[in-house]
T-cell receptor, first 109, second 116 residues
Framework: GQNIDQPTEMTATEGAIVQINCTYQ??????LFWYQQHAGEAPTFLSY??LDGLEEKGRFSSFLSRSKGYSYLLLKELQMKDSASYLC??????????WGAGTKLIIKP | GAVVSQHPSWVICKSGTSVKIECRSL??????MFWYRQFPKQSLMLMAT?????????EQGVEKDKFLINHASLTLSTLTVTSAHPEDSSFYIC????????????FGPGTRLTVL
């Protein structure tokens, strides 16, 4: 079956770095997405990886290893506004997104 | 960037009534749109995939006669919750896939439905 696993909740300190891991199993693979979702709002796109390696975009970076079925989202210089849920989603061979349950990130001062 | 709108943003209705939610892609054509439901503190749950000009594909456990989906044009899909009940109260979010890229989904801002 198809499955996405990511931690339920993580806590980090303002100014620090946090890494949110995601493992996936899908029928075929057309890329891995990360979305940010603040409470009561719709998800917003953060990153897309389809090739192995690290993609850096400002304070956020995303890594993919296709052979391991593994990705992580790295957030640097954490700010209070980064408190949100982070959703990992893998696209299968039918271009359907398989969603993880999301990781709630709590930032403490 | 690609923009998706939803209307209304929030709605309160009485039990037994029907509610229609619109999802529009404003600056791109979307052959495929997706309807999600999200209960508090839970992740997105895909309800159905809406394809322009054809019948929607519903996920297991989603009643197609209760959640009517119409995707009549490349920029508009509607979800009608028929005979709504309090347990249908949720955050409904649509997303649209750009016909040109077939990859990223762009999300609407969501519609919060409260059924009294």
């Amino acid at each position: 079956g198809q499955n996405i696993d990511q931690p339920t909740e993580m806590t980090a300190t303002e100014g620090a770095i946090v890494q949110i891991n995601c493992t996936y199993q899908t029928s075929g693979f057309n890329g891995l997405f990360w979305y940010q979702q603040h409470a009561g709002e719709a998800p917003t796109f953060l990153s897309y990886n389809v090739l192995d390696g690290l993609e850096e975009k400002g304070r956020f970076s995303s890594f993919l290893s296709r052979s391991k079925g593994y990705s992580y989202l790295l957030l640097k210089e954490l700010q209070m506004k980064d408190s949100a849920s982070y959703l990992c989603a893998a696209m299968d061979s039918n271009y359907q997104l398989i969603w993880g349950a999301g990781t709630k990130l709590i930032i403490k001062p | 960037g690609a923009v998706v709108s939803q209307h209304p943003s929030w709605v309160i209705c009485k039990s037994g009534t029907s509610v229609k939610i619109e999802c529009r892609s404003l600056d791109f054509q979307a052959t495929t749109m997706f309807w999600y439901r999200q209960f508090p503190k839970q992740s997105l749950m895909l309800m159905a995939t809406s394809n322009e000009g054809s019948k929607a594909t519903y996920e297991q456990g989603v009643e197609k006669d209760k959640f009517l989906i119409n995707h009549a044009s490349l920029t508009l899909s509607t979800l009608t919750v028929t005979s709504a009940h309090p347990e249908d109260s949720s955050f409904y979010i649509c997303s649209a896939r750009d016909s040109g890229t077939e990859l990223e989904q762009f999300f609407g801002p969501g519609t919060r439905l409260t059924v009294l």
